[in-house]
Each structure stands twice: as C-alpha cells, then as structure tokens.
C-alpha cells in the first residue's frame, strides 16, 4: 500500500524536540500526573489503585466506566455506541479502514488533518477536495458541496473545530451539513478534536454523532483535556457501526492499557475543572496573540473561533519551509509551515501552550521578521 508521507507529523518529527520556544504545538498546556491527581481530591486513593493494578491486556472494548463517561460528552451516547483506541488518529484510522473500499467516492476538506485523504488515497479510493478559503472564513462551501455530492459519495469528511484555522461550525451549519450527507446516502465522518474550545463563551457545538444517523464523531484525551501522553481516544456512532469497527480493530489493536484507561476516568469525572483552566489558557493566549498580529502590519489572518491554532498568512517573498526553518535557526522559535498542507504564504500557529512560551515565541517570530525586512523580502 502506497501512502503520502504525513507533512504536519513529519515536520514535528524533524524539529519538535530541539525547539526552544514551541509555538506549534496544538494541546492545550499538557497537565502533569500530579496536577490531575490534585484536581481528582483523590490523590492518595488513586495511587494506591494504580500501584495494584495488574498490567495485562485492559478491557478490550474500553472499561465500561470509561465508556459511560465519554458517552456522556454526547447529547444521546450510550456506552455500546462508543469504542475507545489509543488516541485519536487510531480512531480515525480504524473509522476509515472499516468504511473505504476501492473505487469509494470520499470528499474531505481542506486544509485539515491529512489522515482524512491520505489514508483513503491509500485504500483505493478517489477522494475529491472540498477547499476551505479565508473570504468564507475557512468554513465550508456547502452549495459547492452539495454540487459535488450530486454524482454520488460514500463518505464525507470535515474536522470541527477546524484544524489548522480554527474555524467552526455552529449547529446550524452542521444540521445544513448533516441534509447534504443524507441525501446522498453518505457516512460523515468529523474529527472532533478540539470540540468544547470555543473562544465565545456561551456557544456549545453539537457532535455529529447526535445529529445524524450515519455520523460518525472522533476524539480523544489529548487536545481538549491536555493528556496526549496517556494515548486515549474514541469514537462513536451508530451501534451496528461501532460493532463493525470492532471487528476490524482486532487487527490493529488488542485493547487499551489499563492505566490510560484508569487515567481518563479520572480526568472526565474533573471535566470541568479542566475545561476551566483550558478555557481560560486559549482566552488568555488568543489575546496575546491577536495584540501580536495586529503589531505586525505583514501578518494577516482570520481570526479562529474555537480551537488551538491558527493559520496565519504572511507577505514577505520566502517559501513557508525556508521561513520555518530560517525561524527556528535564528532563535529556536517553532511554526509549522505551510507547506505541511499543500498551502505556501502560511503557518500554523499553536497558541495553547502557555502564555510565557507564547509571548517568547512571538518575540522571536518578530525578530525574525525584522531580520526578513532588512533583506529586502
């Protein structure tokens, strides 16, 4: 099987570890083990059950008490209806590797998250690009979607909140989203990621998989709630769905560890201690970054509404690579350029992971620029 290399993660791979001031990474402020025990009141309790845990294969669907907390995220989940994997992109991987035959029809958008075409590609299928453009404020075109699900489509792929722009798309679009789906017969698949990190307070987007009977959501316990390193994720839809992926899993994947499986109990039942403190860290840092775009006259964007980063544009004449790695030589400030999503005069910044990484990381994008201008680009 032939696949695209992966732009965004072979880029982390090269340069994430050396960075001095990482401003692309997309968690929002990794917690440490300690800080959620804290938060849990429980520390002492849940050290004692984690020393007696027994370090074999876990619960091979997820424990039920984890399925019934990440159910519980959802509008109309039940447990059955949810299959935990290690991660996110498990998830994603294990969604398309149950749905795409050869010679599928898989329309996705784009920019997002590459497994939505890549692995498609890979499967046989032809997959057609929905491009996401600033003037719409990167949300989809659903007129020219509609038009393109008319001759047939098996699967419809988006990502909500958008990854790399931050956009989002609010109950209404998606119930808009959801008829053009269903009138063509289609499965629509969202990554989920980021759901709950909206920038307005008030504002609460449904998952698809409570919208429509062949949505499919995908997330994890890496973004939203700040543990990417326990390697916990999910997803959810129709029962008869979650069944057949089951099956297909058994060929990638045994079952989740134990301790992961014990660790996201815990962080769910303190949701909201730490949607919280998240909420408060992408407000805080989206301020700092927006007083940073508008200091700098060359940088433009469109402002994100809910997530962890944003897909700046930029007007200096140097490919987003050479700027990215020009950047990170000149004072070890990290961006993902670009390049990563076939789109050149951009970068992806990550905002989320902490104000004084942040403000350091801006500082030195800045000097960078003024070192830029004074070539003459």
Request: hydrophobic share 40%; charged share 25%; proline share 5%.
């Amino acid at each position: 099987m032939d696949i695209r290399p992966f732009g965004v993660e072979e880029w982390m791979n090269t340069w994430e570890t050396e960075a001095v001031h990482n401003i692309a990474e997309t968690c929002v402020d990794s917690l440490t083990l300690g800080e959620l025990l804290d938060m849990s009141g429980r520390r002492e309790e849940i050290l004692a059950q984690l020393v007696e845990t027994r370090l074999t294969y876990g619960d091979i669907t997820g424990s039920d008490k984890l399925r019934g907390l990440i159910a519980g995220l959802y509008r109309n989940r039940d447990p059955e209806t949810v299959l935990v994997m290690n991660g996110g992109s498990a998830a994603n991987f294990l969604v398309l590797f149950t749905i795409v035959k050869p010679g599928n029809r898989v329309i996705s958008v784009w920019p997002t998250y590459q497994q939505m075409t890549s692995i498609p590609e890979a499967f046989g299928a032809r997959v057609d690009v929905l491009p996401l453009r600033p003037e719409n404020s990167w949300l989809p075109d659903l007129d020219e979607l509609r038009a393109m699900a008319k001759s047939g489509v098996e699967l419809i792929c988006v990502n909500n909140p958008n990854n790399p722009t931050g956009a989002l798309m609010e109950e209404s679009f998606l119930l808009e989203l959801v008829e053009i789906a269903r009138s063509a017969g289609a499965w629509l698949l969202c990554d989920e990621a980021y759901r709950g990190l909206v920038h307005e307070e008030g504002v609460a987007v449904p998952s698809v998989a409570d919208l429509y009977e062949k949505g499919i959501s995908t997330s994890s316990m890496s973004k939203v709630f700040s543990l990417a390193g326990i390697r916990s994720g999910w997803l959810a839809g129709p029962k008869d769905f979650v069944d057949d992926c089951f099956l297909h899993r058994d060929y990638t994947t045994i079952s989740c560890g134990p301790v992961s499986d014990a660790l996201a109990c815990v962080a769910l039942q303190n949701k909201k201690q730490i949607m919280k403190r998240n909420l408060g860290i992408i407000r805080e840092s989206l301020g700092i970054l927006e007083q940073w775009v508008g200091s700098e006259p060359r940088i433009n964007w469109v402002k994100p509404r809910a997530g962890t980063t944003a897909f700046l544009g930029y007007e200096y004449n140097i490919p987003s690579d050479e700027f990215c790695i020009g950047l990170f030589r000149k004072n070890g400030a990290f961006l993902l350029p670009g390049k990563c999503f076939d789109i050149e005069h951009r970068l992806r910044v990550g905002y989320a992971y902490g104000a004084g990484t942040l403000r350091k990381g801006l500082a030195g994008v800045s000097e960078w620029l003024r070192e830029l201008e004074s070539r003459g680009l």
